[in-house]
Each structure stands twice: as C-alpha cells, then as structure tokens.
C-alpha cells in the first residue's frame, strides 16, 4: 500500500506544469534574493520555498544566475514598455521637454519600483555576480543608451543646448539612473518612487541644457 502510494505521489510531482513550477521559484528567487541576498540564498533554499524539487529546478534554470538573470529581466522588460507605451500616449508629442522626460520616467519608475522586492533584486543583488552577469546588464544598458539617445536628439531639435558630446551625456545619465535606483533598492525604507522621478527629470534637463539654444523642431 505505502510503495502504491509513493508512486502515485511520484507521478503527480512529474506531471506537474513547468509553467507553475517556473512561476513559483520566480516567486522564491524574488522573495529570498531579496531579502537574505543573492549570495546567501541557495538552490535548495528556492526549491523549499518554491515547494519544488531540485530535479525540477534544474528543468527550468541552468543555474541559480540564471534565474536571477531571468528575473532581471522580468523588471528591466517591464519598465522599457512602460516608457515606450508612454510615448504614445496623449500630449506626448506636443507637451514640454520637461513635461515629456518626466512623463517617461514616471512610467518608467513605477514599473520598476511596484514591488519593492523587484527594486532590490534588479538593482542592487545582480551587482558584483559575475562577468557574465555584468555583460548582460551592459547589453541592457545599451538599450537604454539608444532610447535616452534619442529623446535627446529630439529634445536638441526643439532647442535645447546639450553640453559636450551626447553619447557621453547619455551614458552618464544612464549610470545616474542606475546608482540611483541602486540606492532605491538598498535602503530598508525605499525613497517614493516620485522622488526618484523628480531626480531622474532634474539630471535629464540638467544634462542636456535649457531651451533656446538650438535650432527649433518646426513639426511641433
């Protein structure tokens, strides 16, 4: 009776939905990163929490990185739609360059920083990792380059003065952003998010100068 048990128990963990089993140790990874730390925090602490298998976690993950990197990426993808689902909503094509970079980083802010644990897992535990980890966020980084690029080329158009290479000044800004979602996300009592907004919107027009000191953007 006991062994016709334990097969039974055995199938059902098999038969169990990689799609639930991948749910469930993102949900452990978010929690226990970011409360004991990536480094503190094992394959056999997520699979308890998650209420996993090893072998299970092995299935969806190549490594316990990868799970941090996936999850990283859960924020970073959530955040870059929220800008670009900004940019076309109402009054964005018309409204101040001010108005517009804070707009975009509002949206963008909220995204990343609703669930305070995403904060301090996409922020703050993925420093330091690995080479590889570093690499992945450098190609993150990038995007974020050519966005920002571009609404600097844009905000140049309609007159406003950037001082000293613009590559340099988005990538400065891009790092600014960074270190200071990175001491969001370390603090035991996380800054409001409208803070940080206000923040990234100050350093945004600081760095690419006020109006009137380029050409005009004629379409408005």
């Known amino acids: 009776m006991t062994d016709a048990v334990m097969e039974l128990w055995s199938g059902a963990r098999a038969a169990r939905d990689p799609a639930w089993v991948r749910a469930q140790l993102m949900e452990a990874g978010r929690t226990l990163f970011a409360m004991y730390g990536y480094a503190h925090t094992g394959v056999e602490d997520l699979c308890a929490a998650a209420h996993v298998e090893v072998w299970e976690f092995r299935r969806e993950f190549e490594s316990r990185e990868a799970l941090l990197v996936d999850l990283y ?54 420093l330091g990792v690995s080479r590889e980890m570093e690499e992945h966020l450098t190609m993150w980084r990038s995007v974020w380059v050519e966005f920002l690029t571009q609404e600097a080329e844009r905000a140049k158009l309609r007159g406003h003065g950037v001082d000293g290479n613009l590559a340099v000044v988005v990538k400065v800004l891009t790092r600014s952003v960074d270190e200071l979602l990175a001491h969001h996300g370390r603090r035991p009592r996380q800054v409001p998010p409208e803070w940080l907004t206000s923040e990234f919107t100050r350093l945004s027009m600081a760095m690419i100068g006020p109006a009137g000191a380029g050409p005009v953007d004629s379409s408005g």
């Open 73 to 126: 990426d859960e924020v970073a993808t959530r955040g870059m739609r929220a800008s670009e689902t900004e940019l076309s909503a109402e009054g964005m094509e018309t409204c101040p360059t001010e108005e517009r970079v804070h707009r975009l980083f509002d949206a963008y802010v909220k995204a990343v920083t609703r669930d305070p644990r995403d904060a301090r897992v996409a922020f703050v535990e993925v």
